[in-house]
């Protein structure tokens, strides 16, 4: 076939050498396989032994060309001799000289079907490596952050360098609640808390914060302790005695109430979390023998309630009518901005037993809403305390606050130790986590509650394996933009060096 085409190329229909497929005969050893014979035109030239083309002469006769003579310049054509391929039997056991029908593409479609399977199996374990790691950052993160957030991480102000450098002075817009209180020269607050409890501000800048809003006198009432009102007492009779008075006490807290306890020289032991009726009866009337007050705290703030549990944030908080029986000598009527007004009237009309102040209970400084007025006759810790026993005050109220406040400057040791932290917040936002109200005994007044958002932790993962899958597509295609761009600055290279 191959001879046919080439002669009928030049014209010349003599036959090249034959390529024969021989099979073994009859009778020889058909256990050998057939034999491929390159035969030549020209019978007596011996194909036994191999020899290596001659460049020239060689090249033509594999296309049936001889030169007439090696010596002569006019170069004749030999006819090429014919090819014989021999009817031959199929090796694979089917008909004809070659392999099966279709033999080919089956081999190709199971090559792609190969190709295609690793390929698949290359890009899922990728795909579930990077999901794996993904998972063991995310974990790795939670058991370093939450813990930080918890307990590592510090409050970002740095209350230690506050400077209070003004001056309040409520009675140049603000009247007594009792129109006929006009004559005072007391302003007290009767609530705030230092550092030795859970105030933010040293018993010294408790002092410098009442002095700047307009305070003549405090009661310092630290959460179970008189420390930080000792502190500050002598803090003030060192710094300004004729300035502010000091007056000492605590506030007696459990899960049932919160009480000031004032005028008193020596902390009053807390009783259990959840003192009985007897237990506070018992707390109230020791106070009472040491010569000191005491008076009842933030009534709406302990009644409200608290989710998910539904219940008063202190349980079984005792009611107004309980406390006048067991001989609490007043209420606080303004707490920070709240003004409570049926305690307010509960006390109207029990004037003969009972007194109102007022408490910032400051724990951060902030705005000032009400000062408690009194009449003493001398500006010192007895005479003021006199006229709270002798129920004889009054108060001023700015329900929108002083204007006078500023915020703390950063700690450098929170922008440090911030983003772990901030990183243990946003994963506490996976779930609703309640731990009631604080006894300051070392317990919490309700049990621990923590709602997982199961739905909110599912769209975490589908939008990571979103995250994984873009981040692969823009990988694949950033390198072959990078590729392309190498390739164009290649070709363009090329033509310059050709010129050059």
């Known amino acids: ?86 009817e031959t039997k199929n090796i694979s056991g089917g008909g004809g000289g070659g392999p099966p029908d279709g033999w080919a593409d089956g081999l190709v479609a199971r090559r792609r079907r190969a190709y295609v399977g690793r390929s698949t199996a290359y890009w899922l374990l990728h795909f579930l490596q990077a999901l794996v790691l993904s998972i063991i950052v995310i974990l790795l993160l939670v058991a370093v952050s939450v813990p930080v957030s918890d307990h590592l991480m510090p409050s970002p102000g740095d209350y230690t360098k506050m400077k209070f450098d003004w001056k309040v002075d409520p009675r140049s817009y603000l009247t007594p609640m009792n129109a006929s209180f006009s004559n005072y020269n007391v302003l007290l607050d009767a609530h705030l808390h230092t550092t030795y409890s859970d105030g933010s501000l040293s018993p010294k800048q408790v002092v410098e914060y009442a002095l700047a809003n307009g305070y003549n006198a405090i009661i310092v009432t630290d959460h179970q302790t008189i420390e930080g009102s000792i502190a500050a007492r002598d803090y003030a009779l060192e710094h300004h005695r004729d300035e502010i008075v000091v007056i000492t006490g605590m506030e007696y807290s459990c899960c049932r109430i919160h009480m000031n306890l004032i005028g008193i020289n020596e902390s009053v032991t807390v009783s259990p979390p959840f003192p009985s009726d007897d237990e506070l009866r018992s707390v109230i ?52 901005d709240i003004f409570d007004l049926r305690t307010y009237q509960f006390i109207q009309a029990h004037a003969d037993r009972l007194v109102g102040v007022t408490g910032s209970d400051m724990h951060v400084p902030g705005p000032t809403y009400a000062w408690t007025t009194i009449n003493a006759r001398n500006r010192t810790a007895e005479a003021i305390l006199a006229e709270i026993r002798g129920r004889r005050t009054s108060f001023l109220l700015d329900a929108s606050g002083t204007r006078e406040v500023q915020d703390p400057p950063y700690k450098p040791t929170y922008f440090s130790s911030a983003p772990w932290g901030l990183l243990g917040q946003y994963f506490y936002g996976y779930a609703d986590r309640y731990r009631g109200m604080y006894s300051f005994q070392g317990t919490f007044c309700q049990n621990h509650v923590t709602k997982v958002h199961g739905s909110m932790v599912g769209w975490l993962f589908l939008w990571l394996l979103v995250s994984i899958v873009v981040l692969e597509c823009l990988y694949w295609l950033c390198r072959w933009l990078v590729l392309a761009a190498v390739r164009w600055v290649r070709g363009r290279r090329a033509p310059a060096a050709h010129e050059a």
């Open 285 to 336: 009337k020791k106070v009472h023998d040491i010569g000191g007050l005491v008076i009842v705290n933030h009534i709406p703030w302990s009644n409200a309630t608290v989710l998910p549990w539904g219940t008063a944030r202190l349980p079984d908080n005792p009611t107004r009518e309980q406390l006048l029986d067991w001989g609490v000598d007043g209420f606080e009527v303004v707490n920070q």
């Open 1 to 86: 076939m191959y001879g046919d085409a080439l002669g009928a190329d030049r014209g010349d229909h003599t036959s090249p050498p034959a390529l024969q497929l021989n099979s073994p005969e009859a009778g020889h050893d058909h256990t050998s396989p057939p034999t491929l014979q390159l035969g030549d035109a020209d019978a007596g030239h011996d194909h036994a032994s191999p020899r290596m083309p001659q460049p020239g002469r060689e090249i033509d006769s594999m296309y049936g060309m001889e030169p007439e003579s090696a010596n002569s310049s006019n170069v004749g054509f030999a006819a090429p001799a014919a090819v014989a391929i021999p």
